[in-house]
């Protein structure tokens, strides 16, 4: 068989090692890859690569995406004719279609087209409905939380509060992770609980019984009361929501007097050596994804849950997100400094 594959959405660590896993697998039973470039928009464009173990292998334990990367919605721009043709012109049986809600949506239309689709799931943001962890969050927080702990210091010999923004635009996994390993005492979610008083009288609070300069953080998904922003949308209708730090920043100098340091972690969090963690992950996704698509399955997420291999249908993936728990967040914001 002829196996594609494509990555879209936000890039990660561990999306490389995937396509190495994925090229091994299917070279020893006898099949072959190719990969598109820059994700749906590769497919619109017939521009592809063929992939193989042996290319693929010096590009392990790389951050990014060696297929490159593009928000393309052929849905919406009305392409999805020449997508079936670039298939169709390359041979393709089966297609693997690596990334997010927004990826996974085109892939789950694919699929109702009569097209064998299989997705995985791949952001930062951890998400994605019907599996347990998605492709890159462990690293991602790594990365946060090494770049955090490695400034905090400097800000309490400055005496500066500290704000950080990290990525999540409509939850809370990778902020929440970040702020539980290292030494914050706030954390804003997009999932609401903590407020910005509440996080401004946290920082003041934490300031009276430590003596010490104080830290929060804030993905950057979050609903500032009285708060009006311009933002601009992607191509899947997504608001680029990154800077809502600096508005914090400025809302808490007002209330304090106090001019905290800002900073905006952005891509830091996609980049970075991938753990073992985020490895073995796309390692079990590869062959995953293989085994649902040599068992004539389609349509599914190739999924991780409760540590078992999971087939869940598009339908229910798509258009939904895997938010924290309220009442487990509200739990893991008591256990802040």
């Known amino acids: 068989?002829?196996?594609?594959?494509?990555?879209?959405?936000?890039?990660?660590?561990?999306?490389?090692?995937?396509?190495?896993?994925?090229?091994?697998?299917?070279?020893?039973?006898?099949?072959?890859?190719?990969?598109?470039?820059?994700?749906?928009?590769?497919?619109?464009?017939?521009?592809?690569?063929?992939?193989?173990?042996?290319?693929?292998?010096?590009?392990?334990?790389?951050?990014?995406?060696?297929?490159?990367?593009?928000?393309?919605?052929?849905?919406?721009?009305?392409?999805?004719?020449?997508?079936?043709?670039?298939?169709?012109?390359?041979?393709?049986?089966?297609?693997?279609?690596?990334?997010?809600?927004?990826?996974?949506?085109?892939?789950?239309?694919?699929?109702?087209?009569?097209?064998?689709?299989?997705?995985?799931?791949?952001?930062?943001?951890?998400?994605?409905?019907?599996?347990?962890?998605?492709?890159?969050?462990?690293?991602?927080?790594?990365?946060?939380?090494?770049?955090?702990?490695?400034?905090?210091?400097?800000?309490?010999?400055?005496?500066?509060?500290m704000i950080v923004e990290i990525m999540g635009r409509d939850a809370g996994w990778l902020a929440l992770g970040v702020a539980l390993n290292t030494p914050a005492c706030a954390c804003m979610c997009p999932e609401g609980e903590m407020t910005l008083d509440e996080l401004i009288a946290r920082m003041q609070e934490y300031r009276r019984i430590n003596g010490r300069a104080a830290l929060a953080i804030v993905a950057e998904g979050i609903k500032l009361e009285g708060v009006e922003r311009e933002l601009e949308r992607d191509a899947f209708g997504n608001l680029a929501y990154e800077g809502v730090s600096h508005i914090v920043g400025d809302l808490y100098k007002k209330a304090t007097g106090r001019s905290p340091r800002v900073q905006v972690m952005g891509y830091l969090l996609r980049g970075g050596t991938p753990l073992p963690q985020d490895v073995e992950l796309a390692a079990f996704y590869a062959n995953h994804a293989v085994d649902l698509a040599l068992s004539g399955q389609t349509g599914r997420l190739a999924g991780l849950q409760n540590g078992k291999p999971s087939a869940v249908p598009l339908t229910e993936v798509v258009g939904r997100k895997k938010l924290i728990d309220l009442a487990d967040l509200r739990a893991k914001l008591k256990l802040l400094a």
């Open 1 to 161: 068989m002829r196996f594609a594959v494509l990555t879209g959405g936000g890039d990660s660590s561990g999306i490389n090692d995937f396509l190495y896993f994925l090229a091994q697998r299917l070279e020893r039973e006898g099949h072959s890859l190719i990969g598109f470039r820059r994700s749906w928009l590769g497919l619109v464009n017939n521009d592809a690569l063929e992939l193989t173990r042996q290319e693929l292998a010096q590009y392990r334990f790389t951050p990014g995406t060696i297929l490159g990367t593009e928000r393309k919605n052929p849905i919406k721009d009305g392409q999805m004719d020449q997508v079936l043709r670039s298939l169709e012109d390359r041979g393709v049986d089966v297609l693997i279609a690596m990334g997010g809600d927004d990826t996974l949506g085109v892939a789950n239309h694919l699929s109702e087209l009569g097209f064998t689709v299989v997705g995985v799931a791949q952001t930062i943001d951890d998400d994605v409905l019907g599996t347990d962890r998605t492709l890159g969050y462990y690293t991602a927080i790594y990365q946060g939380v090494r770049a955090v702990n490695s400034m905090v210091n400097s800000n309490v010999a400055h005496d500066r509060d």
